[in-house]
């Protein structure tokens, strides 16, 4: 039997009031004066959210191999990253995409993806825990005419729903788990695009492949649907090059070997991202989210 935790809903109410006090406060703001509170709060939880700052500094340890202090002064500007792109989320649907545009520059590259989408076939679009992930979803959306991206619930239903209602403001599509796949391959297969992210620890549905040197449950899900769509993975990501102003990173473009055997492939495929990720994180490693337990599940043959 589960905990028993009569406290839940009072926090999941009191979570789900900030929630919308912030989000009220952040699109009444100017878009940078919003990045820069959200860096402030930031900040500030980073004394508070001691777990996960320790959960940091041991990945950041094990990871880039630095030193103590340098892990402490990643983990800081690490609360700041993520502050600011969590205040500059809530803050999209207050401004229009002419300006939005102007802020978010995609590298050369990107224009493979948009011929792709203009031939009116689909494809994967693979991003991670980086930078402003959710205004790199809106972005690209905007360019290849629409996405939809599969997302897990939150425990806390209602800051799930407004999570969700700013992703809908900004034309993200929204697919549930529980359709997931079926939904997903069918969008791809009539021209459409699905998003995902693919850099949590995927427990016991993952496949190992290595990620910083340490095997890593890595979910199969976007090498899976192209597989089976017979379609291309776009993985890409955005830099924050300045105050709210971004650069759209192309990682790979990543094809199925038509008849090779899926299994096969599903490493090869999933393998091959975990190496571009940790590429791009490795030049910038305070965009990523370090404060999540990466490395949670061993390996099928390792005892713990």
Known sequence: MGRSRPLRPLRHALETAALTLLTVTARALPLRAASDLGAVLGALAWPLLARRRRIAEENLRAALGVSEREAVRLTRAIFRQLGRSFVEFLALPAHDWDELGRRVRFDEEFSRLEEHAKSGKGAVLVTAHY???????AAVGRRVGGVAYVFPPQSNRGADARINETRSRIGVELIGMEHGMRRALKRILTGGH????????ARKVGVHVPFFGRPASTLTGPARLAIRARCPIYFGLLDRVGPATFRG???????????AEEEAELVRLTR?????LEAAVRERPDHWYWIHRRWKTPPPD???
């Open 194 to 201: 699905i998003g995902m992210l693919m850099d949590q620890d």
């Open 302 to 304: 390792v005892t713990t």
């Open 249 to 259: 990173k192309s990682l790979a473009w990543l094809e199925p070997v038509p008849g």
């Open 272 to 276: 091959a991202m975990n190496e571009a």
């Open 131 to 137: 930078g402003n992930w959710e205004l790199f979803g």
